[in-house]
């Protein structure tokens, strides 16, 4: 990195820390994986920054980073798990309103493939096109991916009493 | 936008607020953590030039897996790295009866999308999505590898999806396309055609209502002389194939499409659990302990043993000891485990029950009931994407390599027999009925 970029990097992680610590957070469900996961598409990008700064949007590199990191990190956690690592998902009950409280926990016993589709079309409101790029897959996975998250929201939060009236 | 979409908004938004505070001196310690990682393995190429033992290097740093976007210089530090999984040999070889290999692309240069199989060596395909033609619909012969067009797909004004739901049954094909005329509700219209080929013709209008809220149809299946649908919300229907409006399906009112005459309900963490036989009334219940997530098909149901516990933690803190906030008060001293006991597939009498591999997907069905998508990491790092029969246990690699930036494809997950994906200029054709 010559100084132009070191500074181009610095800026960059100051102004949008933040913003990419909320999309972390409600993309992993915790604090602490939102931070890991920030640090390390954080890493990457500085290894990856003249080229990022000149071809891509560094903020588009950094969000697409976490995704799948995210959803790699999900594929090893589980095989960990076998072998008797601690456990796999953990979220934090930080989630004051009763009845959203209902919603956040349920999101986060979804698969997290489906889980990001949902994030980035309701949080990031991205297209499902964009999504597809983002992650990698099919539009038509993405859809399905959303309406089956969708689904197992809707069904799991219908099945308990105490956040039935709240879907009405 | 529903109910539940706005609140998922709403609830996304909201727990953004909660998110940690950057940890002070996030800048430097990245630059810190990117300089290792570069004086490391430049370490390792140095020490490798001179005898091969780079074994002793320190594993990485990261806690986060590295398989999304590998690292462009892994390879050298494998052997620092956790043991990698033993790959099964190529799909080919494990299963030389199912695999048919055709050209990417039709003769005349045109890109395809695989739909189904017609028959043992006739793969019904699409043509122009990619290209930005008229869809069209083509049999290709997978034993001289000749493609046949069945029809042009007749294209709808003010449509969102113009060919979607490709199913076939007694010779006929048929679709949907969704489309919406200012001022009226948006409407699915169904069409068939003959597969020996002929002219499209639309069979009914589906009111569709508010899609983002009913989302549009799905299950599309030709039974006899009708086409069978049911709305993604839930609801079955039935319209003759030769015209006329769609009538419910008694019985089925609530219910999504498995696989027909099998309808059933979702309910809670068990995927059709109930189901339900729309053409004789027969009921099938699937046995179901408390603690399991389960995904049912007719014959045998897979899924995971759960256990959730709360346990007291230490407060998150950064690098330099500061605990990091949630928001603006301090992070909980509780978090709810969620533990998976074991993963499974049984008959949906609960008998013959068997493990599956740790990664397994789980998010889709078992493709005939039968076959799983199982990813393996493999050297470097990187995921495999292989195909795990429950039945004889055997598993094999499909060749799904991540590209350049560490993309995998991962084929979709269908109930049917059909797995297709490219590699290369070939397409790879999975008839995994053909596996005995």
Not at chain 1, 127 to 154: M, W, Y
Request: charged share 25%; with cysteine; hydrophobic share 35%.
């Amino acid at each position: 990195m010559d100084e132009d970029d070191e500074a181009g990097f610095d800026d960059f992680v100051t102004t949008q820390t933040d913003a990419l610590l909320r999309y972390g957070y409600v993309l992993t469900g915790n604090p602490h994986d939102a931070a890991d996961l920030l640090q390390e598409a954080l890493v990457r990008l500085c290894g990856a920054w003249p080229r990022v700064r000149r071809k891509d949007s560094p903020h588009s590199y950094v969000r697409t980073t976490m995704a799948r990191l995210h959803i790699s990190v999900w594929r090893r956690r589980r095989r960990e798990h076998l072998i008797g690592e601690p456990p796999e998902r953990v979220h934090h009950e930080v989630f004051p309103p009763d009845e959203d409280q209902g919603l956040w926990e349920e999101l986060a016993a979804l698969p997290r493939r489906q889980r990001a589709v949902l994030v980035l079309r309701y949080y990031e409101q991205l297209s499902d096109a964009e999504i597809a790029k983002v992650l990698g897959i099919s539009s038509g996975t993405v859809r399905s991916q959303a309406f089956r998250g969708l689904n197992k929201l809707r069904s799991s939060l219908s099945s308990s009493p105490a956040t039935h009236r709240s879907m009405r | 936008m529903t109910d539940l979409e706005d609140k998922l908004s709403r609830v996304l938004s909201g727990a953004a607020q909660h998110a940690p505070q950057a940890p002070a001196g996030l800048v430097a310690t990245v630059k810190a953590r990117h300089r290792r990682r570069r004086t490391r393995t430049t370490a390792v190429h140095a020490a490798a030039a001179v005898v091969l033992t780079a074994g002793g290097v320190g594993a990485a740093v990261s806690t986060l897996g590295r398989a999304a976007e590998p690292h462009p210089v892994v390879s050298a530090t494998d052997k620092a790295e956790p043991p990698t999984d033993r790959i099964p040999p190529l799909v080919e070889k494990v299963w030389p009866e199912a695999v048919h290999k055709i050209p990417a692309r039709l003769p005349d240069g045109r890109r395809y999308d695989p739909q189904l199989l017609l028959d043992d060596r006739t793969l019904l395909v699409m043509t122009g999505a990619d290209d930005g033609e008229r869809l069209s619909l083509w049999s290709y012969d997978l034993g001289t590898g000749r493609p046949r067009q069945i029809a042009e797909i007749p294209p709808t004004r003010g449509s969102a999806i113009s060919a979607d739901g490709v199913a076939a049954g007694g010779g006929h094909i048929v679709w949907w396309a969704s489309y919406k005329v200012a001022g009226s509700p948006r409407v699915a219209r169904i069409w068939t055609v003959p597969a020996a080929g002929g002219r499209p013709r639309p069979v009914a209008d589906v009111p569709l209502g508010n899609v983002m809220k009913e989302g549009h149809i799905t299950g599309l299946t030709v039974t006899g002389p009708d086409v069978v649908f049911a709305y993604e919300k839930g609801g079955v229907y039935r319209v003759p194939l030769r015209g006329g409006s769609p009538q419910p399906v008694k019985g089925a009112e609530r219910h999504h499409i498995l696989q027909w005459p099998w309808v059933g309900v979702h309910h809670g963490k068990a995927f059709f659990r109930e189901l339900l036989n729309a053409e004789t009334g027969e009921r099938r219940d699937a046995v179901v302990k408390a603690d399991e997530e389960v995904r049912c098909g007719v014959l045998r149901c897979a899924g995971v043993a759960m256990r959730y516990k709360t346990v007291k933690v230490e407060r998150p803190r950064d690098r330099s000891g500061k605990e990091i906030k949630c928001g603006t008060r301090r992070c909980p001293d509780t978090v709810q485990t969620q533990t998976v006991l074991r993963r499974f597939v049984r008959d949906r009498d609960g008998s013959h029950e068997r493990d599956l591999p740790t990664t397994f997907y789980q998010g889709d069905v078992a493709r005939l009931e039968r076959f799983f998508d199982v990813t393996l990491r493999g050297p470097g790092n990187r995921s495999i994407q292989t195909l795990y029969d429950a039945e004889t246990g055997r598993s094999a690699d499909l060749g799904i390599r991540p590209d350049a930036k560490g993309r995998s494809t991962v084929p979709n997950g269908r109930l049917d027999r059909l797995m297709t994906y490219s590699l290369k200029n070939e397409m790879y054709v999975l008839d995994l009925a053909a596996i005995k």
